[in-house]
């Protein structure tokens, strides 16, 4: 948890924000013992308004230090130099909706939230998550919807695929036969690697059959050179169709997908930091929408 210094018991609304993949310990040490961000934004501009919430990864230390984990980030093993089997075992979207959705409760019982108001926000990874947890859980008022293919993982993998291919198509066929291979046996939650066969098959289920059945507030932001971005236009070109009044979309123009820039080669500037921008757009985003669709949707609820 993470609230405004003095205004930790005051009451105020929750801000749950669900990180994206890879075993990452939420607190990474710095060599002097300064930790790195916790959260991908600046957040006092959040914390007038919300107590934040974060959720650490299963079976994953919470604290630790960089030099301690690969070049990624992610927690290895020392005795075996692999993923927790703890966490692989449970790196699914059906386990991560039961657990947040377990906080979220837990959460709204306590004195110094507001639970008339509880926003979610998953950005990559996290977003599947954050879509399925909006539909499993009436206690979610708000949804962002960040940086992952509305149409799962899968297609992402997909299109990858076909931009550096050879001319057969000889890569993107084989993932076509792996995918087959997977939806005959998508509870298999033996350890194959670094996943199961249960987890990616979990974030291939496209998160848009969650999302069309919302009626909340959502926002859906993402970067125009995310490799997903096409998925997003094609979302939003549906959202219009189907008349999807409670949806905004924020595309940044020219980001990738964690909204960093470019430089004039062509490559990522990762001195183009962009998060603030976009954990400021997302706080006016809910402050626009939300006194209406709030007030519909309760009526309706």
């Known amino acids: 948890m993470l609230s405004k210094k003095g205004e930790e018991e005051k009451e105020k609304p929750l801000f749950l924000f669900v990180q994206g993949s890879l075993p990452k310990p939420l607190i990474i040490l710095r060599e002097n013992g300064k930790p790195y961000m916790v959260f991908p934004f600046e957040t006092s501009q959040l914390l007038d308004d919300y107590h934040l919430a974060i959720i650490s990864s299963p079976d994953v230390p919470l604290i630790l230090e960089a030099?301690?984990?690969?070049?990624?980030?992610?927690?290895?093993?020392?005795?075996?130099?692999?993923?927790?089997?703890?966490?692989?075992?449970?790196?699914?979207?059906?386990?991560?909706?039961?657990r947040d959705k377990a906080v979220i409760k837990y959460l709204k019982k306590q004195s110094w939230i507001n639970g008339e108001k509880v926003?979610?926000?998953?950005?990559?990874?996290?977003?599947?998550?954050?879509?399925?947890?909006?539909?499993?859980s009436k206690d979610v008022t708000h949804l962002i919807f960040s940086g992952t293919n509305p149409f799962g993982r899968m297609a992402t993998i997909i299109s990858q695929l076909r931009q550096h291919d050879?001319?057969?198509?000889?890569?993107?066929?084989?993932?076509?036969?792996?995918w087959e291979e997977l939806v005959k046996d998508p509870e298999n939650n033996s350890i194959q690697g670094e996943v199961t066969y249960k987890s990616v098959y979990s974030f291939s289920v496209p998160p848009i059959e969650s999302l069309r059945k919302l009626k909340i507030p959502v926002l859906v932001a993402y970067g125009t050179k995310d490799m997903a971005?096409?998925?997003?236009?094609?979302?939003?070109?549906?959202?219009?169709?189907?008349?999807?009044?409670?949806?905004?979309?924020?595309?940044?123009?020219?980001?990738?997908?964690?909204?960093?820039?470019?430089?004039?080669?062509?490559?990522i500037n990762y001195d183009d930091f962009g998060w603030d921008r976009v954990a400021q757009d997302w706080k006016h985003g809910l402050m626009r929408n939300s006194a209406s669709l709030t007030k519909s949707l309760s009526d309706e609820r």
Request: aromatic share 16%; hydrophobic share 40%.
């Open 229 to 267: 971005a096409p998925f997003f236009d094609y979302m939003r070109l549906e959202a219009i169709r189907d008349k999807k009044k409670n949806f905004t979309f924020m595309p940044y123009v020219g980001r990738e997908h964690n909204f960093f820039g470019f430089d004039s080669s062509g490559n």
């Open 67 to 98: 030099k301690k984990l690969r070049s990624d980030m992610a927690y290895v093993e020392p005795e075996t130099n692999t993923f927790p089997k703890g966490y692989v075992i449970r790196a699914n979207l059906g386990y991560y909706t039961a």
């Open 166 to 178: 050879d001319a057969t198509g000889t890569a993107t066929e084989k993932q076509f036969q792996f």
């Open 119 to 136: 926003v979610v926000a998953g950005h990559s990874e996290g977003a599947a998550v954050a879509a399925g947890l909006a539909e499993a």
